[in-house]
C-alpha cells in the first residue's frame, strides 16, 4: 500500500497513531495481528449490518438473522440447582414487542454492562416466536456521541474482535485511521494500474479500502473486496513469476533427455499399455528434460491414474543420460512400496535402486526384504546409473547424492516448498518432478504450485473394477461387517479405517484403532486382521503390510496412514467409521486404496453427523469418483487450509482474496504480471 515515491510510509506507523489506541488498546489489537496502520485498514468487516433501517422486534422471523433496537426493562441471573451453571437474561422492549435475550453462561461483569434503561443493538437468530427468544446474540450500546453518524443511519462494518474491544469501539478506530491517512494509501509500486485491464471498472484502492469498511450499499463490498483481491494476487505473482525468471536466468539445465536404450525395454516388459494420457505427458517432460531451464514441472493425477509409471520413464531418462534419480516419498510405506516397484521394474535392466528412509537403508544388515526373501545386494560405492528412494532422510545433510539429475517427489502437499529446496541443493540445479493424487483446484494450481508448469494426467487405465460408495449410519455396523466378511470369504480383503490412534476421555464420540482393533477381530472371526498405524516399529508394519500383500492378513485395521502408496489389487473394500473427522480429499485418497484390481469394489462411509455440511460433503463422494470434482467441492466448503498443509507451502495469509471462487483475478493477476515482466 505504500507509495514508491516515498522511503517509508506513515501507514507503517504504529497503531498507536491513530487516536484513541493507547497501550492497552494496542495491545488488545496485536490479539488480532494489528500492529500498524496499514494492519488497521485491511482489518476487513465479517459481515455487515445495514443501519439505516432497523427490524421491529414484532417483525422478527424464525431462525432468520436480524438487527433490533430496544431499551432494557429487566434483567438478571438465574442459577440452577445442579452445579454452579447460570444463566443471565436480560428483556428488549421497541414499542412494538419484547425480545428475550439469553446467555447461557453468565459472566460476571455483565450485570453491570446490561442494566435497565440502557439501549443496545441487538443481532442474532430467533429461536422461537413465543416468547421471541435469541440466544448468545451480539450486541452494541448506543451511545449518542459526536461520532454517532458513524454507527448508526448507514451500512456500518461488524470487524473480527477481540475480549475487551467492542464492535463499536473498533468501528470508531477504523474511522478514524481512515481520516487521517487514507490519501496515503497508494497504488501498487507496480504502477500502470489503473490503465491495466484486470484494473478497468474497479475503484482505486484508497477508495476500495474506504468501500471495504464504510459502503455506501452492501453491493459496493464485492467490488471493493475485488480490487484488494486483485492486488493480493498481483503481489503474489509476481513473487511467483520473477522467482522464476530468477532461477531460468541463473540455472543451466543439465541434458537428461535420453536415448531409449533403457526405455524401449522397459516399457515392452510392463503387463500394460500407456494410455495417450501418459504418453502425452511423457513428451511434455521429455522436452523439459532436453531443454535449456531445468524442469520444474508439477504431475497431477487422480488416484490411481498410473502417475508412478510416468516417474519411471522420467527417472529412465534421465538415468540413459548419465545421471542418478532421487524420489522422496513422504511415508516409510510409500517409499518402501516405490523401492519394490523400483526394484522389480530396474534391475532387469542393469539399474541400482537404493533405499534411504529413517530407519531402514538398502545394503545394510536388516534392510528391506524383498517378497522372495533375500535381501537387496550391498551398494558401496554408488555406480552411475542408480535411483535413490526415501523419505525426508534423503534431504538430511550426511546423505550424499552425487550426480544428481532427476529429483521425483511425490504426494508434493505432504511436503513444504523448504524440504524440496533441499533437496534440490543437493545437486547442481537438477531437473525436479513433483507428483501429487490430491487433485488441485485450478486456483491453488496457479497459487501454491505457481512457479511449475503443470502436467495432468485426466485418464484412467482400462481393466479397472468399478468403486461403489455408500454413506451409512452407526447402526449398520453390523449388516457392513456381515458384509465384509462375505466378501472376505470369496477371497477378497478389506481395509477399515479410523481417525485417531488413541482417543481422549472428552472426545468418546470418536473412535480409535488401538480400541477397536479387538472389536474387529471379533466381527470378522475367523479371518485374520492386522493393525498399522504411526506408532508401531517400521519393520513391525512392514512386516504387516507384507502379510496383507500376501492375503496372510484379510483385513488391515488402520489410520490415515494407508492413504497414500498402499497398492494391494485384491482388496476391494474399504469401511471408514467417523468419516466426517477426514477431509474429502483425504477421503477420496483413502478410497483410491480400492479398485486397483479387476473386482468391483465398495466403499462404505459410516457417520452419524447431523451437521448439514457433514452431510454434504459425504454425499459428494457418493455422487462422484472425480477427484477434481471433489477437491473444488472441498475447497468451497472447507476452505484451501488442508490443501495448502504447511505453513511453508509458500502462499501468504490472504486478507481479500478467495482462493475457492477468485479463478479468474488470479489468471488475470498472472497475465498482467507475465506482460509487466
Known amino acids: ?67 433490533v433496537r430496544g431499551t432494557i426493562i429487566a434483567a438478571g441471573i438465574e442459577r440452577f440447582k445442579q452445579g454452579k451453571r447460570a444463566m443471565f437474561e436480560c428483556v428488549f422492549d421497541d414499542g412494538t ?16 454492562w446490561f442494566t435497565v434503561g440502557r439501549e443496545f443493538l441487538v443481532f442474532g437468530k430467533p429461536d422461537s416466536l413465543k416468547p421471541r427468544n ?85 453491493t459496493d463490498v464485492e467490488i471493493a473486496r475485488q480490487r484488494l483481491a486483485l492486488d493480493e494476487f498481483v503481489a503474489l505473482q509476481f513473487q511467483i513469476q520473477s522467482r522464476r525468471k530468477k532461477f531460468e536466468a541463473s540455472a543451466k539445465a543439465l541434458s537428461c533427455g535420453g536415448d531409449n536404450r533403457l526405455m524401449k525395454p522397459f516399457l515392452a516388459s510392463l503387463d500394460f499399455k500407456l494410455t495417450p494420457a501418459q504418453t502425452k505427458v511423457l513428451k511434455e517432460i521429455r522436452t523439459d528434460l532436453g531443454g535449456v531451464h531445468p524442469m520444474r514441472r508439477l504431475l497431477q493425477g487422480d488416484v490411481g491414474s498410473g502417475k508412478t509409471a ?16 532421487a524420489l522422496m516419498a513422504p511415508t516409510e510405506i510409500l517409499a518402501e512400496q516405490h523401492f519394490r516397484n523400483f526394484t522389480k521394474w530396474f534391475e532387469p535392466l542393469g539399474v541400482n535402486v537404493e533405499l534411504q528412509t529413517g530407519s531402514r537403508k538398502s545394503g545394510e544388515d536388516g534392510g528391506l526384504k524383498r517378497e522372495a526373501g533375500r535381501r537387496v545386494r550391498p551398494s558401496i560405492l554408488h555406480p552411475p546409473s542408480s535411483i535413490f528412494v526415501g523419505t525426508h532422510a534423503l534431504f538430511t545433510a550426511g546423505f550424499d547424492l552425487p550426480k544428481l539429475g532427476l529429483v521425483i517427489i511425490d504426494e508434493q502437499h505432504k511436503f513444504g516448498v523448504a524440504q524440496r529446496e533441499t533437496l534440490v541443493r543437493k545437486g547442481n540445479y537438477p531437473h525436479l518432478l513433483v507428483m501429487t493424487a490430491t487433485p488441485i483446484p485450478r486456483t491453488l494450481g496457479l497459487t501454491l504450485y505457481g512457479d511449475l508448469d503443470v502436467s495432468v494426467i485426466d485418464e ?47 472426545d468418546k464420540d470418536i473412535k ?113 469418483n472425480d477427484g477434481f470434482k471433489i477437491a473444488e467441492a472441498d475447497l468451497k466448503l472447507r476452505g484451501p487450509g488442508e490443501l495448502l498443509g504447511q505453513l511453508q507451502s509458500g502462499v501468504p495469509d490472504l486478507r481479500f482474496g478467495n482462493l475457492a471462487g477468485d479463478l479468474n483475478l488470479i489468471r488475470q493477476a498472472r497475465e498482467l504480471v507475465a506482460k509487466i515482466l
Open 512 to 624: 480409535a484403532v488401538t480400541k477397536e482393533f479387538a472389536n474387529v477381530q471379533r466381527a470378522l472371526a475367523p479371518f485374520k486382521a492386522g493393525l498399522l498405524h504411526g506408532r508401531i516399529k517400521s519393520v513391525d508394519k512392514e512386516n504387516v503390510m507384507a502379510d496383507f500383500r500376501a492375503n496372510k492378513i484379510q483385513a488391515l485395521v488402520a489410520t490415515s496412514l494407508i492413504e497414500v502408496g498402499v497398492d494391494v489389487p485384491n482388496a476391494t473394500v474399504m469401511l471408514v467409521e467417523n468419516a466426517e473427522h477426514f477431509g474429502l480429499a483425504q477421503l477420496h485418497q483413502l478410497r483410491g486404496r480400492i479398485g486397483r484390481g479387476v473386482h468391483e469394489s465398495f466403499c462404505i462411509l459410516i457417520s452419524d453427523a447431523q451437521h448439514p455440511e457433514a452431510q454434504a460433503r459425504l454425499k459428494i463422494l457418493e455422487e462422484t
Open 310 to 325: 510416468v516417474a519411471a520413464c522420467s527417472a529412465l531418462m534421465a538415468l540413459e543420460s548419465g545421471f542418478n534419480v
Open 1 to 67: 500500500m505504500s507509495s514508491p515515491e516515498k522511503t517509508v510510509s506513515p501507514l507503517t506507523a504504529p497503531v498507536s497513531s491513530v487516536w484513541g489506541v493507547g497501550e492497552e488498546r494496542a495491545r488488545l489489537l496485536a490479539r488480532l495481528g494489528i500492529f500498524t496502520v496499514e494492519d488497521l485498514l485491511l482489518h476487513q468487516p465479517r459481515r455487515y449490518e445495514d443501519r439505516r433501517k432497523f427490524l421491529a422486534i414484532r417483525e422478527l422471523k424464525l431462525n432468520e438473522p436480524a438487527t
Open 460 to 506: 484412467m487405465p482400462g481393466g479397472r473394477g468399478e468403486i461403489k460408495t455408500f454413506v451409512r449410519m452407526t447402526e449398520k455396523l453390523p449388516k457392513v461387517f456381515g458384509f465384509i466378511r462375505e466378501k472376505i470369504s470369496g477371497g477378497r480383503q478389506a481395509y477399515i479405517v479410523y481417525p485417531r490412534v488413541e482417543v481422549a476421555d472428552t
Open 134 to 218: 435469541i440466544d448468545h446474540p451480539e450486541t452494541e450500546l448506543v451511545e449518542p456521541g459526536e461520532d454517532e453518524f458513524v454507527h448508526v443511519n448507514r451500512i456500518v462494518p461488524v470487524h473480527p474482535l477481540t475480549e475487551g474491544l467492542t464492535a463499536r469501539v473498533m468501528r470508531t478506530l477504523v474511522w478514524r485511521a481512515l481520516e487521517k491517512f487514507e490519501r496515503e494509501i497508494a497504488e501498487p509500486a507496480m504502477g500502470r494500474v489503473q490503465s491495466d485491464a484486470p484494473y478497468q471498472g474497479l475503484p482505486a484502492r484508497a477508495n476500495a479500502v474506504r468501500m471495504i469498511h464504510f459502503p455506501e450499499e452492501l
Open 97 to 112: 414487542a419484547r425480545l428475550h435475550c439469553r446467555w447461557w453462561q453468565a459472566q460476571p461483569w455483565m450485570e453491570d
